[in-house]
């Protein structure tokens, strides 16, 4: 049974940096087609913060691109997300994703709470 475990969320005051960490088990690193974090804030839709692949290749939301840098060691299936220069816009839950090569549905985590403070 594949498990998503996040970790790393938290309250931090706007200008502060929190590291999120989201380590899979029960799948195989060669079955990962890539990973990433999504945040969904009160009254709004899930979105796409970054993602990466297994080949390295990175994607950022607009919002946070130059502060979140996402990497990934692929021995360890784990993904990490460092925000820096926090904003309260970016308070959310924080969900990890899996993206597997086989078809089917992705994988999430059961989701981080980050709250920025103004």
């Known amino acids: 049974q594949v498990q998503l475990v996040e970790s790393g969320g938290g309250l931090v005051q706007a200008g502060g940096s929190l590291r999120l960490s989201c380590a899979a088990s029960?799948?195989?690193?060669?079955?990962?087609?890539?990973m990433g974090w999504y945040r969904q804030a009160p009254g709004k839709q899930r979105e796409l913060v970054a993602g990466i692949t297994r080949a390295g290749s990175t994607t950022y939301a607009d919002s946070v691109k130059g502060r979140f840098t996402i990497s990934r060691d692929n021995a360890k299936s784990t993904v990490n997300l460092q925000m820096n220069m926090l904003k309260p816009e970016d308070t959310a839950v924080y969900y990890c994703?899996?993206?597997?090569?086989?078809?089917?549905?992705?994988?999430w985590g059961q989701g981080t709470q980050v709250t920025v403070s103004s």
């Open positions: 029960g799948i195989s690193i060669f079955s990962i087609k890539g």
């Open positions: 994703n899996l993206e597997r090569y086989e078809l089917g549905p992705d994988y």
